[in-house]
């Protein structure tokens, strides 16, 4: 899938559900996390997942995907680290925020 799609099943998923529901959450964070593997993250894919998980469910899975990117890497954690500290609030999370290897093969226009 690309990234189009992966927003797509975000959505659906989304649009589906009248409550917050563990369930659900967990479908989202799984695709989540397979978009992250095959870098087709785009950065309305975040704001999407911003708007349909609770700000704990999204803070903790960005952060535990950039934990497991650095250490599928083999790199210091300072670098996500870093990268997190010079976020404000989750809130305001951009694509500058993100590891590169999220978004690696989003074709761009």
Same mark, same amino acid.
């Given at each position: 899938p690309n990234n189009v799609a992966y927003l797509t099943m975000?959505?659906?998923?989304?649009?589906?559900?009248?409550?917050?529901?563990?369930?659900?959450? @967990?479908?989202?964070?799984?695709?989540f996390?397979?978009?992250?593997? @095959?870098?087709?993250?785009?950065?309305?894919?975040i704001r999407q997942l911003?708007?349909?998980?609770?700000?704990?469910i999204f803070e903790d899975?960005?952060?535990?995907q950039m934990m497991i990117e650095q250490q599928q890497r083999r790199k210091s954690t300072t670098d996500?680290?870093?990268r997190l500290e010079n976020l404000d609030?989750?809130?305001?999370?951009?694509?500058?925020?993100?590891p590169a290897s999220w978004?690696?093969?989003v074709v761009r226009k």
């Open positions: 975000i959505k659906t998923i989304a649009s589906c559900r009248t409550t917050q529901h563990k369930d659900t959450d @967990d479908v989202i964070s799984n695709i996390k397979q978009c992250c593997q @095959d870098g087709m993250v785009h950065i309305n894919i911003q708007r349909c998980v609770s700000t704990e899975l960005v952060t535990s996500w680290q870093e609030t989750f809130v305001s999370v951009e694509a500058k925020h993100l978004s690696c093969n």
